[in-house]
C-alpha cells in the first residue's frame, strides 16, 4: 500500500505484526518516529533504501533509521565497469537534482574505485 503521509501507518498498528517500508529514503524524517513507535509496540520493521545518493551523500532519513536498527543488511549490486561488488549509484544522465527518477538510462551501480574514477 502506498502511503500519502507516514502517520496512516500507525492506523494499522493493531491489523498487522510486520511492517515493511520500502523506498525509506523518499520519507521524511516522520518515518523514524513512526519506525520507533512500531518497534516500541512489538511489531516488527523491515525497512528497504539507499543510504546514499548519487553524490555519495547520506540520503534522507536513512542514516537516523540504521542508527536505531537493531539488524542491518547491506545488499550490493555488481559494479557495472568492473563486476566487483557495488554500493555507490552513479548517476549516468546530467541532471543535478538529489532525486531523479529512472533505472538504467540514469544509474549504474559502481564500487568505490569505480566510482571515484573521474570518467
Do not use: W
Request: hydrophobic residues 35%; neutral net charge; charged residues 30%.
Amino acid at each position: 500500500m502506498q502511503v500519502e503521509n507516514t502517520n496512516i501507518i500507525l492506523d494499522y498498528c493493531n491489523k498487522a505484526d510486520v511492517f515493511g517500508i520500502d523506498e525509506a529514503q523518499f520519507f521524511d524524517d516522520s518515518i523514524i518516529n513512526v519506525c520507533k513507535n512500531l518497534a516500541n509496540k512489538g511489531k516488527r520493521v523491515v525497512i528497504a533504501g539507499l543510504e546514499k545518493d548519487y553524490l555519495a551523500n547520506s540520503f534522507g532519513p536513512m542514516p537516523k533509521l540504521l542508527v536505531d536498527a537493531e539488524y542491518i543488511t547491506k545488499v550490493n549490486a555488481i559494479c557495472m565497469k568492473c563486476g566487483n561488488p557495488a554500493n555507490f549509484s552513479h548517476r549516468i544522465s546530467s541532471e543535478k537534482k538529489q532525486v531523479v527518477l529512472g533505472e538504467t538510462n540514469k544509474y549504474e551501480a559502481r564500487c568505490r574505485r569505480c566510482f571515484n574514477e573521474k570518467d
